[in-house]
């Protein structure tokens, strides 16, 4: 046998085939290294940098947390009555994403459950403010025969529950709705305040929140905490067991200053027409009654309002969603000449027992300043011009005092300001003076101030407006002997359960300093007022004496050579007739201002309704059938007939829990 020798370019090629293998082997030596370093370096990052934060995934992955949402506080008048509650009923509802087809699903939805057209306007407005997984209702409170009726094809509809949820109802529909306020499904603006407040959380699972109103201003102490419930859950979604439950606090229930029964009382004698009424307990600025005219059904809006009654309460000439009490903004008219006369003693402008001769006119600069009648009333003095309401009195005052003195005294009073009164939407009003003409209008000629401008504002024309809010505060400061409260509509807060009440805070009064010689010599004129001048044939027969000041306040402009005759005049063009007081004269209780829109004098048709309120609170009386009407339409003075004891006339009964078709849809 014979063996060949490799040659030795075979031996390089061998060594260079077994160099080129240990270098292979080298770097997969490193590169295993490398993956075992990645590898190393991916569990510490996994198992220690970010523990903390995996294991809480995988709790989430085992574990399902769900609110719980708290029932909504209720709302109670003074006495006790309820004026807003909750009720539970069925809703079905569907969530977009588990549907396929969308509108088939609902119209055969229809052919088991009644389901009208607004629903389906109402859900299309829903999907688009909500996202596609969230559980939308079609149909609010179902009857029992829908229910069980869907409950037997419920196989066929998936994405579409039964559910049954608490809902909002205000037993006695219009009754105080401005002051109650409503509430409405969460939108995108109020999403945005609750991030602001960082109240987020607190509201997870929660569809309604307060809008206006009481319903609004205290939505924290009426929604309550929300509840938490983590359960267990199976890979497939399933609850297996409760870990953790901590229940829903229920929101209190909030307790007002207002008596229900006489703000139903005063509604009832507005009738159909316009106007606001704001009474006070002056000792303490708690509100007693608190109305505008015409009012709205909050129940309308607590599924969302249909299209029909939107547009109608939206563009009628009536203006039902306007809150008068609160942002309607009036002339004073003649109800301010009491305010004038306590600024002209404080001021030193005058003196009580000085007199100025009332010719029934009064001219400056050649306009000619007319009183009511074109009437000269003579000599008169402080007490004479309230009594009287003489116009050329107050003219020459103004002109006197000019208007930048008269924006100082009346300021601290209220007037043109914000009240601070525990509702939302409050307005200012306009209290002139030459800053606000400065920055209100554009034009440099409108800039200016002119002094026959000032010579209207002594008798609450001009650029004057306040709302009776601001003129019932101002009454009520009179009425105390210049010492100002803050008004305010809540008075406690009620534990759910408990009924434990903790009274709100309210501000310390303040007093304005005026001097009680000053005031003695205003409500003087007040009670005159009533004793011998304007308002005298309606507190006729009165048990107790009052003080007060009639007002005509103008709608619209009239002509220097004009006069005004409502018999010519569109009914929107008609003076407005107003009405401060305070009574007892001697030891006030309560004090009010009320104006009734386009109604001529207030001595006709707006001291009436103040009568009927003093003889409630004061002497418990409610006013006869007859004396309603005839009240209604301004064609009383005295009460007439016999009046009812007002524990004898219950409120009309709350309204019944809607359900099914019967809730008014």
């Known amino acids: 046998m014979s063996w060949n020798m490799p040659s030795l370019s075979e031996l390089r090629d061998i060594r260079a085939e077994i160099d080129r293998f240990q270098g292979r082997v080298v770097v997969i030596q490193w590169v295993v290294l490398l993956c075992f370093l990645l590898l190393a370096a991916r569990l510490i990052h996994l198992q220690v940098i970010r523990y903390d ?81 969230d559980s ?21 509809f998936p994405g579409v529950e039964i559910k049954a949820r608490l809902f909002r109802q205000y037993p006695y529909g219009e009754l105080a709705s401005h002051v109650i306020g409503y509430i409405g499904r969460i939108n995108q603006r109020d999403k945005e305040r609750l991030e602001e407040n960082d109240d987020t959380a607190n509201y997870r699972g929660t569809e309604y929140i307060g809008k206006l109103g009481v319903e609004q201003r205290y939505e924290r102490e009426l929604h309550g905490v929300t509840g938490i419930n983590q359960i267990e859950t199976s890979a497939g979604g399933q609850a297996i067991r409760s870990l953790f439950n ?22 009832d004698l507005f009738g159909k027409r316009r106007g606001a009424l704001v009474a006070l307990d002056p000792k303490t600025g708690a509100v007693l009654a608190f109305v505008s005219k015409p009012t709205f059904d909050p129940n309308w809006f607590v599924d ?65 300043f007319r009183s009511h009648g074109d009437v000269g009333l003579g000599s008169v003095d402080m007490v004479t011009s309230i009594v009287k309401s003489s116009n050329v009195y107050y003219y020459e005052l103004a002109n006197d005092m000019g208007v930048d003195s008269i924006h100082d005294f009346m300021k601290p009073l209220g007037f043109g300001q914000i009240t601070g009164i525990d509702l939302p939407g409050e307005v200012r009003g306009i209290l002139p003076s030459t800053d606000w003409k400065r920055s209100y209008f554009k034009r440099p000629e409108q800039k200016k101030w002119f002094g026959g401008e000032t010579i209207s504002l002594g008798i609450g024309q001009g650029y004057n407006t306040f709302t009776m809010l601001q003129l ?194």
């Open 246 to 267: 901590r229940p829903a606090v229920p929101g209190q229930n909030v307790v007002l200053s207002i008596d229900i029964q006489l703000q139903k009382m005063v509604e």
């Open 136 to 156: 939308l209702p079609i149909r609010n409170r179902l009857t029992d025969e829908e229910v069980a009726r869907f409950s037997a094809q419920s196989y066929r």
């Open 472 to 665: 019932a505060s101002a009454t009520a400061t009179i009425a105390n002997g210049g010492v100002q409260f803050k008004p305010h509509v809540v008075t406690a807060t009620q534990e759910a359960l408990s009924h434990i009440q903790a009274q709100v805070h309210t501000s310390e009064p303040l007093d304005l300093g005026y001097k009680r010689e000053h005031i003695d010599v205003v409500r003087k004129g007040l009670e005159g007022v009533v004793t011998a001048g304007t308002s005298q044939r309606v507190f006729a027969d009165a048990p107790y004496t009052s003080a007060g000041k009639t007002g005509t306040a103008q709608a619209v402009t009239i002509g220097q050579k004009e006069k005004y005759d409502a018999a010519k005049m569109s009914e929107y063009q008609r003076d407005h007739a107003l009405y401060m007081a305070y009574a007892p004269a001697d030891n006030p209780q309560i004090a009010l201002a009320v104006v009734v829109e386009n109604a001529g004098f207030g001595a006709a048709a707006a001291a009436p309704i103040a009568r009927r309120v003093f003889d409630y609170w004061l002497l418990g009386q409610y006013p006869s059938e007859a004396d309603m009407l005839a009240t209604q339409k301004g064609m009383t003075s005295v009460p007439m007939g016999q009046p009812r004891s007002k524990k004898d006339v219950p409120l009309i009964g709350p309204k019944p829990e809607p359900s099914g078709k019967s809730e008014g849809r």
């Open 53 to 133: 934060d995996l294991m809480a995934q995988a709790e989430n992955n085992r574990t399902a947390i769900l609110p719980t949402v708290p029932p909504r506080g209720n709302i109670l008048d003074r006495n006790g009555l309820v004026l807003a509650n909750n009720y539970s009923a069925y809703t079905l509802e569907i969530t977009p994403s588990k549907v396929q087809d969308l509108e088939v699903t609902i119209d055969e939805l229809a052919e088991l459950v009644d389901i009208q057209i607004k629903d389906r306007r109402r859900f299309k407005r829903l999907r688009e403010e909500s996202k596609s997984f």
């Open 304 to 368: 969302g309002i249909d299209v029909e009654n939107w547009q109608m309460l939206n563009e009628s000439i009536d203006k039902p969603l306007l809150n008068r009490a609160l942002r309607g903004t009036y002339p004073p008219g003649s109800t301010y000449k009491p305010f004038m006369a306590l600024a002209a003693l404080t001021t030193g402008k005058r003196k009580a027992s000085t007199t100025v001769n009332d010719t029934g006119s009064w001219t400056y600069g050649g306009h000619t």
